[in-house]
């Protein structure tokens, strides 16, 4: 990657980081804080303040995207860091929960992320892509863990209302980032790879390997909200740690979880048995729910339950975007990815609405049966989708060409040794191949044949 290209992806990977970390810092400790709120004696109002900025986000996402196409890249990312820090705002002087619902409804709707990923597209070339997104996805993820461990440290210093005016502030600095760090690009243009496009939807959502995976990401990041509607009230309620301390349990249950996921990851990829850790790892986190819905009263049961959960949730988190890479028509992955984000959002939503409805109902052993039952129907439906290929994309940028040439290229790239898809899009100057990575395949033949 040239210094250019890394200065954006690294840039773009900290706007996601900064919005990601406003969106996290509170998990552990939300609740909790809530519950001393007009309004917080009403678990369902916890849990619709948890999971309202993922009702939002599904909804401005694939349109913020689009926008982005007629109005710019940059432009649409301040309009949505400018309402994310409003909403942090709103949040952050709160003095009961409905305003705070308020106030997260509105940091969900400044949804930058399919923006950014369309300009990080723009500013890197095809082949160094993949590179860009992989920095962009390392960022959440890191930033999902350290929010975990950073909230209840933060919330002994400034208190939840201080965080929300933090991630504020961090969205407001993220817009100067955006203006004079990120690089503008030379020329700006749609990405099938990293955009959704309507035209494409029909397909995606037909497609019934795809809608397994939707389904999946739904029951993962339901389960995960209406997790932490409970799961504070239970770590207070069984031990003597207070709220600020509740990192003691995280930090270590997330290192042993990423120990534990790398090699997973390694026998899935390289040993193309993807489908079996994937399958797994859902095992495993139906195993977790199980164990929290026998355990939750009880402190060693918690430990433990996060335990397993953290193992399986990782793995998954890393898997899925692979296996939807590997599935999804090459024409229609930045539509698939659109789809499969938008899904995430609403089980964001839904899990803590649901979450909250539950253990104000009912108590909050039933929260987990219903996370144990979205967990088993995932369970079956990952037991009958097909072993995804074992084959990785590779992006090629063409000189202009017309129709009837890319249709001859794309004849002749397939027929090349180890290429399992290929698609050339002369509107857009890329050739996408899909090649085997289980056996040798000849890109010095691909290159000839386009002419580089």
């Not at 590179?131 to 209840?152: C, D, E, R, V, Y």
């Not at 959960?309 to 890479?325: M, V």
């Amino acid at each position: 990657m040239t210094a250019t290209e890394l200065r954006a992806s690294a840039s773009l990977a900290s706007i996601y980081g900064l919005r990601m970390l406003g969106m996290f810092l509170i998990l552990p400790i939300f609740a909790i804080y809530a519950s001393t709120l007009p309004g917080g004696d009403s678990q369902l109002m916890i849990g619709l303040a948890l999971g309202a900025y993922g009702l939002t986000q599904a909804i401005f996402q694939l349109p913020f995207g689009m926008a982005s196409d007629r109005f710019g890249r940059k432009r649409v990312i301040y309009v949505g860091l400018v309402l994310f820090a409003i909403g942090s705002l709103v949040a952050g002087f709160a003095n009961d929960l409905s305003t705070i619902i308020l106030g997260r409804s509105i940091q969900g709707a400044g949804a930058v992320s399919a923006a950014v990923t369309a300009l990080a597209a723009d500013l890197t070339r095809e082949e160094h892509r993949t590179k860009a997104m992989a920095m962009i996805g390392t960022t959440i993820g890191i930033t999902f863990a350290l929010s975990l461990i950073l909230g209840p440290v933060l919330n002994q210093w400034i208190g939840v209302p201080g965080i929300f005016l933090l991630t504020g502030l961090l969205a407001t600095a993220a817009i100067f980032v955006v203006k004079y760090v990120v690089p503008d690009p030379v020329s700006s243009h749609f990405h099938s790879d990293a955009q959704a496009q309507t035209g494409k939807l029909k397909e995606v959502l037909r497609d019934k390997q795809l809608l397994r995976l939707n389904f999946g990401i739904f029951a993962l990041h339901a389960a995960q909200m209406a997790m932490f509607v409970v799961v504070p009230f239970a770590i207070n309620q069984s031990s003597n740690l207070t709220t600020n301390q509740h990192w003691l349990i995280y930090l270590p249950v997330l290192l042993l979880s990423f120990v534990l996921m790398v090699p997973a990851i390694i026998v899935g990829e390289k040993r193309a048995k993807l489908k079996q850790v994937f399958v797994g790892a859902i095992a495993l986190m139906l195993g977790a729910q199980l164990l929290f819905a026998f355990s939750i009263a009880h402190f060693w049961g918690i430990v433990f339950s996060l335990g397993a959960y953290f193992i399986a949730f990782n793995i998954l988190e890393a898997t899925l975007p692979s296996i939807i890479s590997k599935i999804a028509p090459a024409a229609s992955k930045g539509t698939a990815i659109g789809v499969y984000n938008t899904t995430q959002s609403l089980g964001v939503f839904v899990g803590g609405t649901a979450g909250g409805y539950l253990a104000h109902h009912y108590d909050n052993s039933v929260v987990f049966v219903f996370c144990s039952v979205l967990m088993a129907l995932w369970l079956i439906f990952a037991l009958s989708m097909k072993k995804p290929p074992a084959v990785k994309s590779k992006m090629y940028h063409l000189k202009k060409i017309s129709a009837d040439q890319a249709k001859k290229l794309a004849v002749a790239l397939s027929g090349l040794k180890g290429v399992r898809e290929t698609v050339v899009l002369a509107e857009e100057g890329v050739a996408i191949l899909k090649v085997d990575m289980q056996q040798d395949w000849d890109e010095a033949a691909v290159l000839k044949l386009i002419g580089e």
